[in-house]
């Protein structure tokens, strides 16, 4: 079922070529387990580039730029957002980092300044020399998922809120 949903949005897509500078494809979002589970391995390069350009071209991973989150402690990041891409209406969460900040370990919890605290699920490492309280985005992403990204590093890392 999913290859042939994944077959119809290529179809779809055959013709969609809108440039998004905030566009990463499906497996940048993805871990390779999610991926897999979804079964998006089963694509063909090309299937996968038509589909990655259906849903750039149709704004469906464009996070929501009116609201900025920060100070926020409400329940975002907890409820499952409804349907396939989720809804962007939360928006990313900017926050800072309380503390000392050294990158990941692949199990990091993260405590921010507005009380929330998110948890690492993707399971990999990236280490950075120490800074104190950096600023942090957390956008949600497809299928429910969010990404946390410390300013001034251009890596990501696969969150869950936890509190």
Avoid: C
Avoid at 55 to 61: D, E, I, K, V
């Amino acid at each position: 079922m999913l290859r042939s949903a994944a077959t119809l949005f290529a179809a779809l897509a055959f013709s969609a070529t809108v440039a998004a500078a905030d566009f990463s494809t499906l497996e940048e979002r993805m871990s390779s387990a999610e991926f897999k589970a979804a079964g998006l391995d089963k694509l063909s390069a090309a299937e996968l580039q038509q589909l990655n350009g259906w849903l750039q071209a149709h704004g469906l991973t464009k996070a929501g730029a009116a609201s900025t989150g920060a100070g926020r402690t409400d329940d975002v990041g907890f409820k499952p957002k409804s349907g396939l891409f989720g809804d962007s209406a939360d928006g990313p969460i900017t926050s800072r980092i309380k503390g000392r900040f050294t990158g990941w370990t692949g199990s990091s919890r993260f405590e921010l300044d507005n009380g929330q605290v998110w948890e690492q699920v993707d399971g990999e490492a990236f280490n950075v020399k120490a800074i104190e309280n950096p600023a942090v985005t957390i956008a949600p992403k497809m299928m429910g998922s969010w990404l946390l990204k410390v300013d001034g590093y251009n890596r990501t890392t696969r969150v869950t809120r936890i509190r």
